[in-house]
């Protein structure tokens, strides 16, 4: 997280969303060192500003997209489309088509109709399949909309290579903030359970992707990456002798979330009943939504520019006519928090900005960059 030091320097006029590229490299250091062995390929979809793509790529990272869009903004800044992974299984064909013909070359699916898709807008492209995993440790469940089953799965890969693919690997996704280690024990075991089906069929699977899910720290403690890791080595180890060439991870909020603060003016502040509400600047509608996407809310760490032993509990909400861009109730802020003052919002680099919009006209925050001690605005 980036350091009340540094934040004192900042002279931008808030909303802002300020990201340590410096961290952020840390905690790639970090996560490669946990994986001995696993290829990084950063899902941008959660944060794809260009500043975090160029420091990714330079330290050799590979990416993770949703889109040809997401393509095109990593071609925009040198990365070789055939370093990237296009895991979203559901894929527009016209996105098919051109990220190919771009030289992208590997593609997931789990499904017929979308083997089909690929055969004839990318023929010969090697697919992945993408399984469907436990994910009720997360706080994300995606597996309800996409994966496949073990015994489909099998099906699908040999019915991939009739129809002219190369039949190349499985994925899977523990869902969003796993908090679960075992989550990756279990994928990967059934993971191994399809490869070794397949091997009986002469298909050999080369890459094994362990998907997203990575947590990151936001008010409560979770597994740390070594723990995860370690969980994640041993899992692979018992595939051997059949283990593939080419393991994959595509973390996204792990590898951002905690480097980034934003940074909100207080708007207003009122007494309704005996409930302390504070009105900022920013809220939910301005990159704050996943608290609107988890029943019981999301607990964002939260601290003010006013200094203040005595604290109260706040309800947070946002500048709009709505109630539902309210952010958190039961904060403890500093009492004497007044109009003008400044209220932190930690652990917002991912899936903040990259779902941000102007209603009501409130404008999302504007993103800046410190690294190796400079402030940059963004390029
Ligand atoms: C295919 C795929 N990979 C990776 C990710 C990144 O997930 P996370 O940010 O939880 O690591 C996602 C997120 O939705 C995804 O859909």
Redesign the pocket.
Known sequence: MTSAAALEVIDTPTPYLVTDLDAIARQHAAFEAAMPGVRTCY?M??NPSPEILRTLAGRGSGF?I?SLAELRMLQAIGVDPAEVLY??PVKPPTHIAEAFRAGLWRFSFDSPNELAKIAEQAPGAAVYVRLRVDDTNSVFP?SRKFGTDVEDAYDLMLLARRLGLRPYGVTF?VG??CTDAKAWHNAIRGAGELMTMLLADGVELEMLDL????PARYTSDVPTIEEIGTVVTSAVASLLPYAPSLLVA?????LVAESSVMAATVIGREARGDEHWVYLEVGTYNGLMEVLQTPGGWDFPMWASRPGAALLPFTVTGPTCDSTDTVAYNVPLPAGLEVGDVVYIGSTG?YTLAYASHFNGFPPPIPLFVGSGSLRAPR
């Open positions: 899902a979809k959660c993770e949703a895991s979203n995606l996704h969003s903030q998907g997203g899910g990575f595509e973390p996204g909020r792990h991912a």
